[in-house]
Each structure stands twice: as C-alpha cells, then as structure tokens.
T-cell receptor, first 112, second 113 residues
Framework: GDSVTQMEGPVTLSEEAFLTINCTYT??????LFWYVQYPGEGLQLLLK?????DKGSNKGFEATYRKETTSFHLEKGSVQVSDSAVYFC???????????FGTGTLLAVQP | DAGITQSPRHKVTETGTPVTLRCHQT?????MYWYRQDPGHGLRLIHY???????DKGEVSDGYSVSRSKTEDFLLTLESATSSQTSVYFC????????????FGQGTRLTVV
C-alpha cells in the first residue's frame, strides 16, 4: 500500500546551518506531496506542497522538489533559525486509496 | 486560514462514558479524516470519509465510530471511553485534483479519567 518514510530524529543543528530532512514515498499513480510543521503545543500547519513531478514547493525559506524518479520529496532550508525548531511531517495524498498518509515525523532542534 | 473547526478543544471525561468530537468545515472538501496523536506514535488514522455517508476505517479504528450526514460535518464517537483513548485528536480535510490541498483543525485534547 501507499506509505511515507522520513528520516528519524531528532535532528540537532546550530543556527544558520543547512537543513535536509529526507522523505521518500511509495504510491501508485501520481500522488500529491506535502510537508507539515508542528510547533510545540500546536496543531499541524501546511508548510509547502507539490502536486506533480519536478514541481518545487517553497515557503518561509523551506523548499522541496517532487522527484518521481527517486520517489523523494526532501525538505531543505539554507539557514535555519531557532524559531524553526519543531516537528516536520512528510505526507502524501493519492495513490491507491486517496487517503492522506503521513510519515512518522522528524523533530528538529536548532541551537543558538 | 482554511475553514476547519474542531469542538470541543478540550474535554475531560470519565471511563465508560460516550464522547463525540465534531469537525466542521466551510471549504466544501470531499475528504475528511480523524487522526490521533500520541507521544512516540506520530499521527495515526482512525477513520476517514470520502463523501457524505461514505466512510472507511483507518489503522486504529477499534473503539471509535464516525458519521458524516452532510459535507461539512464529520463526527467521531467514542462509544465507551477508555483511558487508552486519552490523546490529542486532529481532524483534517482535503480536496484532490488540480488544486490538491489538505488542512488540519486545531486539535482536541481528550483526557479519560
């Protein structure tokens, strides 16, 4: 069935470091791909999305490119800030069931 | 912000009592979902709906039932609450097609004592 795999955390970085959080997926057809962010004590916010191959989603300095050939949607940011500390979830819609399916989440901790 | 509202936001209930959580949307999206979030488990799908009166089970559906009698409302019912159902519950909505999008409600913190 459809699934999302993302790198385990926690990921600990110093401020202004480069961030990559890996996400790969398994799905039939052409799913849409998402990254969500959850700050402590809050709900999930849509960070960015891509709906077809080679699309690049971007928001707040974060980027992710839909790579169908490698079934990946890695999240990147060139220079992280302490305020980026949160849990990041990769997700997909579509494939066999049209369900919204999540990875397990990756905790990012940015130190000053 | 997407038009999705969960109620109540917080609830404390006793073991064995029925509890109903409500998710209301104003986006006219076809798909609606209920998830629970627990430490160490990420987000787990309880039930989802792909249209009025069309629902299906997720990975942790035991002890839960749902109903969707109109597009805008998706109700999650715990028939007889147990302490293992203490959790944060999130509703999500999605549309699919050319403008695929998916949004979450603010969550309901449920404590079963």
């Amino acid at each position: 069935g459809d699934s999302v795999t993302q790198m385990e955390g926690p990921v600990t970085l110093s401020e202004e470091a480069f961030l990559t959080i890996n996400c790969t997926y398994t799905a039939t057809g052409y799913p849409s791909l998402f990254w969500y962010v959850q700050y402590p004590g809050e709900g999930l916010q849509l960070l960015l999305k891509a709906t077809k191959a080679d699309d690049k989603g971007s928001n707040k300095g974060f980027e992710a490119t839909y790579r169908k050939e490698t079934t990946s949607f890695h999240l990147e940011k060139g220079s992280v800030q302490v305020s980026d500390s949160a849990v990041y979830f990769c997700a997909l819609i579509g494939g066999a069931t049209n369900k919204l399916i999540f990875g397990t989440g990756t905790l990012l901790a940015v130190q000053p | 912000d997407a038009g999705i509202t969960q109620s109540p936001r917080h609830k404390v209930t006793e073991t064995g009592t029925p509890v109903t959580l409500r998710c209301h949307q104003t986006e006219n999206h076809r798909y609606m979902y209920w998830y629970r979030q627990d430490p160490g488990h990420g987000l787990r799908l309880i039930h989802y709906s792909y249209g009025v009166k069309d629902t299906d089970k997720g990975e942790v559906s035991d002890g839960y039932s749902v109903s969707r009698s109109k597009t805008e409302d998706f109700l999650l019912t715990l028939e007889s609450a147990t302490s293992s159902q203490t959790s944060v519950y999130f509703c999500a909505i999605s549309s699919q097609g050319e403008y695929t999008e998916a949004f979450f409600g603010q969550g309901t913190r449920l404590t079963v004592v």
